[in-house]
């Protein structure tokens, strides 16, 4: 019937043979050929993380300052490590057995499978000889790092520095590992998101010395470590440097500002520190003594530290006075050693009576607390607390009380709300007289020196500024941040206080500002310092026509305002619209760089 | 004796037993191979272990609903099921999803099934069917068309699918066949023409005449003519020494193997007057299969071209042809690394650092064997070939004592496919047989493969307890 029943002796042999092969190639591989075995020893895998190289930071000629410089670190990877020579460690990195006992341990608390930084930038002639004798040491291989390098001495604050991410930064966001480095002060902080690039990995396969033997899974898993982007800072370098030259064993802060488009061209706290002491692992050592310093060398007096504006709050006052009709260029007031206006207000010897231009000319205070008190008293306002309103609104409308840059950290400075004074003085019933100092920049007010020299820029311009900013727009995200800010006050009222300002520096307190061949406007101011000597102060801009640079300088501790600080303003604004300083001016800028107000007499 | 009861009676227990102790161990190798430090318990849904342990429960419920079913469903509703089958085959290729560029999935929500794998016991019922059929023979022309079809129609929708293992898989049931009555030498013209493709790419074409030359001599001897492969061959050495001579002659035009068939087809060509002046009818024929054989090799050439480049290196890996520790090498090298690596008797449980570190790809679906391999060792591998090898032999001994010829035909059917599934899938972890994806029955990771053979099982199980109703 079933003539074919003897083929399934060959279906059963077929199967029984195939099986057969198969157990004695298995036996052949597996038990015989020990090969597999030390092949699959050597089939050890190591995570490297690829660190991208920082951006760099350019200045706006599109010179260097900050680049990188390379930085080794030895990284443990705790299941590979096996018995290794300590002593001949020690000896090549140049620590001590208690620091690498305790960063082991660390290492493995860590995880056992996971590669830790056992030791951190490691010199390069170091590096040199440990790279010799790695091979002594499975579990340890070197992960190339990228550190800050400086070509400038000066403005640390200002670039700020990188150190390594800490829990909270982690937390944050989970881009950061540990042992990453993030931007934490300054520009680095500020553009860190621009600067940091993206992180790469690398999955390889390692033998039992440690040896790389090619790539993971083809490189299926790794990740190429995107370059971070250039910062191109508006910044003048030569400025900056001169600046820093001239505020040499003085404190204070001095912020420039190309008007038109609001870059900052300068921008300098003194005393300032040298970026290059907190590089690598010299931020350990150097830190905690900048930290203790009593000059405070880390605060950043441009955008935190807070000044009453002195006299340079003057020609805002003539502005504001114009622009509500309350007072016009012709309005005379008189001043004879000072004036009673509801107490009596003390001034200098000068003509009386005085116009607005005279007014600022010789920085009469009689004649602006006049037209303090006509603003808030307009027949206008119902009560003295709505022109103070009004006044404010002015104030605040010019970038003052308030951050006005892009891209740093800023302290709001203080304008006084109406409430504030309502409870201060107790009584919603007062006059102007009660605060009316607030007239000649003195009193309760706090304004940080790069919001004056935002002011400053919109005095230049006649009536507008462009947010400051010191990045280049040279992408989408960083063009979003600059906006231009107009200024509720007509262009006519702004060429009468300028021909004010300009006397300043023609006849009046600023004659030191005075630079050849161009026309500098400016005011002097002396900030009442209730802890010392005054703070001189001097805003300017030149060429008054058409302005190229608008800047403030503060110098504390500086008595009045032409001593030091329009000086400064003449030096600076020669230095960068001529490029050098004149014979004429040697003189003065020898006196200002020898000047001593930190210690002085030594 | 209640229905049920001689069900269970007549049951063979023994395959039920080999069935759970595979399937068992095949979730111990998943377990291995997704198993993380610090995460503990077996129920972790979220990880292929956890989810593969809802698999096998449900598995269990589907064998056991099976085994309720009256055999007669089966025979009655066997093409019905077939043409189901084949509409579902047809369907993912508009609806499925795409998944490494095969477009073999229907998706419902989070659950992926995979057609191809039903379509088999669907295939082995209609096989069953069709040659049950009373007084049917195999060698027909009509069947072997009809059979042909049957078996091209799903083979051919899931190579649309991309899914050129699995499709593949339709081969194994050459060996059904062959059981009912397929004659032999096409069985050996399959082998003969599986090696000649083999040989074709890795040997020079000067090699590959040779050797076919050679099997026709011998041939010719096994049909009792040594006298004529003799002069045969003293003719063609001398003719081809001659030719060869001449070619040198003219500063070699001609390559070797050129000159070698020339010689081949004048020897040819002369021999024929020969042999039909003597009515030698053997030896023209072979002489005819000889000369089929020259043109199946010149044209493999042009044929491995035409396959896809991950195909054709995959075929040249196994070959030895390119260099195996990069690229496509990879996969078998680091699976013959845990293999190998494990030794006698293995890591352990849970030890293996090659498939636990992800050197082994797909190591839970097509590479699970690296696991057995590399935790359990030579002795594990083993246990495990011989569990297959002792389920197979035994799924054999039961189609033979089927009374019905359809239960035989679905018998071997199950034998067949399960033995290509074993032999192609532990032959590629440890490099016998071209990377082909197909999964490990029972071990595999994944619902669909581990349900159609348990389904494909159970009812033959089922089929089995119902022999003694059985009148021939």
């Known amino acids: 019937m079933d003539k074919f029943g003897y083929r399934k002796g060959i279906i059963a042999g077929i199967v029984v043979t195939v099986c057969t092969v198969y157990i004695i190639q298995l036996f052949h591989f597996q038990v015989l050929d020990d090969t597999y075995k030390i092949k699959a020893e050597n089939n050890s895998q190591r995570v490297e993380t690829l660190y991208p190289a920082r951006g760099l930071i350019y200045d706006r000629e599109r010179r260097l300052l900050v680049d990188n410089q390379a930085a080794y670190d030895l990284i443990m990877l705790p299941r590979q490590v096996k018995r290794f020579d300590t002593t001949e460690l020690l000896a090549i990195l140049g620590i001590s057995r208690e620091f690498l006992e305790r960063n082991i341990a660390k290492c493995k608390e860590h995880s056992p499978y996971k590669p830790s930084v056992l030791v951190s930038q490691i010199a390069g002639d170091r590096y040199a000889v440990l790279q010799e004798k790695l091979y002594r040491y499975p579990g340890f291989y070197i992960q190339t790092r990228t550190l800050r390098k400086y070509h400038v001495n000066h403005s640390g604050d200002l670039f700020g520095y990188i150190s390594e991410a800490g829990a909270a930064d982690i937390e944050k966001d989970p881009y950061y590992a540990a042992g990453d480095y993030i931007g934490t002060t300054g520009l680095e902080r500020t553009f860190e998101w621009l600067l940091r690039g993206k992180k790469g990995k690398k999955i390889v396969l390692v033998d039992n010395f440690n040896r790389e033997k090619g790539s993971f899974a083809n490189g299926e898993y790794d990740e190429v470590a995107t370059v971070g982007e250039d910062l191109y800072t508006t910044l003048d370098i030569d400025l900056q440097s001169y600046a820093n030259l001239l505020m040499q064993n003085k404190k204070g802060g001095i912020v420039a500002i190309e008007p038109k488009t609001g870059e900052i061209l300068a921008k300098l706290s003194a005393p300032g520190y040298d970026p290059r002491m907190i590089v690598g692992q010299d931020l350990g050592r150097n830190y905690p003594s900048l930290q203790n310093d009593p000059l405070k060398p880390l605060y950043d007096r441009t955008t935190k530290g807070r000044y009453p504006p002195g006299s340079t709050f003057k020609p805002l006052q003539a502005l504001i006075g114009l622009e509500m009709g309350v007072i016009t260029p012709g309005t005379l007031f008189p001043c004879n050693h000072g004036a ?165 520096v023609t006849n009046g307190t600023g004659w030191r500002a005075r630079v050849d061949s161009v026309a500098v406007a400016g005011k002097t101011g002396t900030a009442e310092n209730p802890h010392g000597k005054d703070h001189s102060v001097f805003i300017a801009f030149a060429p008054a026509d058409d302005p190229a640079i608008a800047l403030v300088v503060y110098v504390e501790h500086g008595e009045w305002g032409a001593t030091y600080a329009a000086a400064i303003a003449g030096l600076l604004i020669e230095k960068y619209l001529k490029g050098t300083i004149s014979g004429a001016k040697r003189a003065e800028e020898k006196r200002i760089i020898e000047t001593n107000l930190i210690f002085p007499g030594s | ?184 030498s ?226 071997y059917c199950v034998a ?21 994806g197909i999964p490990l029955p029972f071990f595999s990771y994944g619902g669909s493969s581990l349900w159609a053979f348990s389904i494909l099982i159970f009812i033959f199980l089922r089929l089995d307890a119902n022999r003694l109703q059985v009148f021939r």
């Open chain 1, 340 to 504: 009673y206006i509801g107490r009596f207000v003390a001034c200098h010897g000068h003509k009386s009576p005085v116009n607005l231009r005279e007014a600022i000319e010789t920085s009469c205070n009689p004649y602006f607390i006049n037209v303090f008190s006509r603003v808030l008293e307009s027949p206008r306002f119902r009560d003295v607390r709505d022109g103070y309103n009004e006044w404010r609104k002015y104030i605040i409308a010019f970038g003052l009380g308030v951050k006005v840059s892009a891209d740093f950290e800023e302290d709001n400075g203080l304008i006084p709300t109406q409430e504030y004074y309502d409870l201060r003085l107790k009584t919603r019933n007062w006059y102007s007289s009660y605060i009316n100092s607030l007239a000649i920049g003195q009193g309760e007010l706090a304004i940080t020196p790069m919001q004056m020299a935002n002011f400053t820029a919109a005095l230049a311009n006649r009536g507008y500024y462009i947010t400051p900013h010191i990045a280049s727009p040279t992408n989408d995200s960083l063009r979003r941040r600059v906006q231009r800010h107009e200024v509720p006050v007509d262009r006519a009222h702004f060429e009468v206080v300028i021909e004010g300002m300009r006397r300043v």
């Open chain 2, 1 to 184: 004796m209640s229905r049920r009861a001689s069900i269970a009676a007549n049951l063979d227990w023994l395959s039920i037993f080999l069935y759970v102790v595979l399937v068992f161990m095949g979730w111990a190798s998943v377990y291995a191979t997704g198993h993380e430090e610090g995460q503990e318990g077996i129920f972790n849904f979220t990880k292929e272990y956890g989810k593969q342990l809802c698999w096998i429960l449900a598995a269990f419920v589907l064998g056991f609903l099976i085994l309720l079913v009256d055999t007669k469903f089966f025979t009655a509703f066997s093409l019905v099921i077939y043409g189901s089958a084949m509409l579902l085959l047809l369907g993912v290729l508009f609806f499925g999803k795409e998944v490494n560029a095969s477009r073999s999935w229907f998706e419902i929500g989070s659950i992926r099934v995979q057609p191809s794998e039903f379509a088999k016991f669907a295939t082995a019922l209609a096989l069953a069917r069709v040659m049950s059929r009373h007084e049917f023979k195999v060698m027909r022309f009509g069947n072997l068309l009809l059979l042909g079809l049957l078996l091209a129609i799903p083979a051919g929708l899931i190579k649309l699918q991309n899914d050129t293992g699995s499709a593949m898989v339709y081969g194994a049931f050459l060996l059904v066949f062959f059981r009912e009555g397929l004659h032999g």
């Open chain 2, 186 to 411: 096409i069985l050996l013209l399959c082998f003969l023409a599986v090696a000649l493709f083999i040989l074709s790419i890795v040997s020079a074409p000067f090699t590959v005449l040779c050797v076919i030359i050679v099997i026709t001599l011998v041939a010719t001897c096994y049909y009792r003519n040594a006298r004529e492969a003799l002069s045969f061959f003293a003719a063609l050495v001398a003719c081809f020494l001659l030719l060869h001579l001449g070619n040198l002659l003219l500063d070699a035009p001609f390559e070797r193997d050129k000159v070698l068939l020339a010689a081949y087809l004048l020897c040819s060509v002369a021999s024929l007057f020969f042999i039909f002046s003597k009515r030698l009818k053997r030896l023209a024929v072979l002489l005819l299969l000889s000369w089929l054989c020259v043109g199946y090799t010149v044209s493999v050439d042009r044929i491995f071209d035409s396959l896809l480049p991950h195909q054709q290196h995959r075929i040249n890996i196994l070959l030895g042809i390119e260099e195996e520790t990069r690229k496509n090498g990879y996969h078998v090298m680091q699976s013959k690394i845990a293999i190998g690596s494990g030794g006698l008797t293995g890591k352990g449980f849970l030890q293996g650092t090659q498939i636990k570190y992800n050197f082994v790809p797909a190591k839970s679906t097509d590479f699970i064997f690296c696991a057995v391999g590399e935790e359990w060792g030579f002795v594990g591998s083993t246990v495990v070939i011989l569990l297959f090898m002792t389920f197979i032999l035994r799924v054999i001994y039961l189609a033979e004592r089927q009374r019905s010829r359809f239960s035989r035909v679905y018998g």
């Open chain 2, 416 to 436: 067949s496919i399960l033995f290509f599934h074993v032999a192609v899938n532990i032959g590629m972890t440890i490099g016998l047989v071209p990377v082909i």
